[in-house]
């Protein structure tokens, strides 16, 4: 198993810019969570599925965010329109289960935002 | 208030140097607490739990309710042990983990 996927791996884009990061969680995990990485604020959690529902928005910071889980493999988290402070690595973890002590985490989108 | 605290953003150590990464937390109940380790270039994991009582590449922790502190020890430190440490607690096992902000070990040469 490949483990969890997330594309792309790197991003620079223009503020003002719409931007999609993708992620595919690993086969039979059903607990899917978005989490952004700042030097500043460490690791938040922004947004976490079951079963492909989102359970918990409540770390999403504004409305400019926008996360999706259409299927059980894949979720998107979708920033329109894009602000340099919005800059940071961002991570999807999947898990069997929302209380399963173990998440398995991809290996993050690093995103600049000019 | 649900918190997790990690007082020292950067730790900078000596190899061979003992050293502690601390987390303190304040749930209600008895939480189940975790620590991750992310090292450069990789992903973020797993690293141990406090329920196993395990050792693993020579680190403990230890569950304090009186102080309400889950410290990471190693008796001496490694080079490869460089990376960004999360403490992670959950109030209960059907509950999500929640990570603290984060400690970078820094391990001199």
């Known amino acids: 198993d490949a483990g969890v996927i997330q594309s792309p791996r790197h991003e620079v884009t223009e503020m003002g810019q719409e931007v999609t990061l993708r992620c595919k969680p690993i086969?039979?995990?059903?607990?899917l969570f978005w989490y952004r990485q700042t030097m500043m604020r460490g690791l938040e959690l922004l947004i976490y599925?079951?079963?492909?529902?989102?359970?918990?928005d409540s770390g999403m910071p504004e409305d400019r965010f926008s996360a999706k889980m259409p299927n059980a493999s894949f979720s998107t988290l979708k920033i329109q329109p894009s602000e340099p402070r919005d800059s940071a690595v961002y991570f999807c973890?999947?898990?069997?289960?929302?209380?399963?002590?173990?998440?398995?985490f991809g290996p993050g989108t690093r995103l600049l935002v000019l | 208030a649900q918190r997790v605290t990690q007082p020292e953003k950067l730790l900078s150590v000596f190899k061979g140097a003992p050293v502690e990464l601390k987390c303190n937390y304040s749930?209600?109940?008895?939480?189940?607490l975790f620590w991750y380790v992310q090292y450069s270039r990789q992903r973020l994991q797993l690293l141990l739990r406090?329920?196993s009582r395990e050792s693993i590449k020579g680190f403990t922790a230890d569950l304090n309710k009186g102080e309400t502190s889950f410290h990471l020890k190693k008796p001496f430190a490694q080079e490869e042990d460089s990376a960004m440490y999360y403490c992670?607690?959950?109030?209960?096992?059907?509950?999500?983990?929640?990570f603290g902000p984060g400690t970078s070990l820094s391990v001199i040469p």
């Open positions: 749930y209600s109940g008895s939480p189940e």
């Open positions: 973890a999947s898990t069997i289960g929302t209380g399963s002590e173990t998440q398995y």
């Open positions: 086969s039979g995990h059903n607990s």
């Open positions: 992670a607690p959950r109030k209960t096992s059907y509950d999500k983990v929640i």
């Open positions: 406090h329920i």
């Open positions: 599925f079951n079963n492909n529902v989102p359970i918990d």
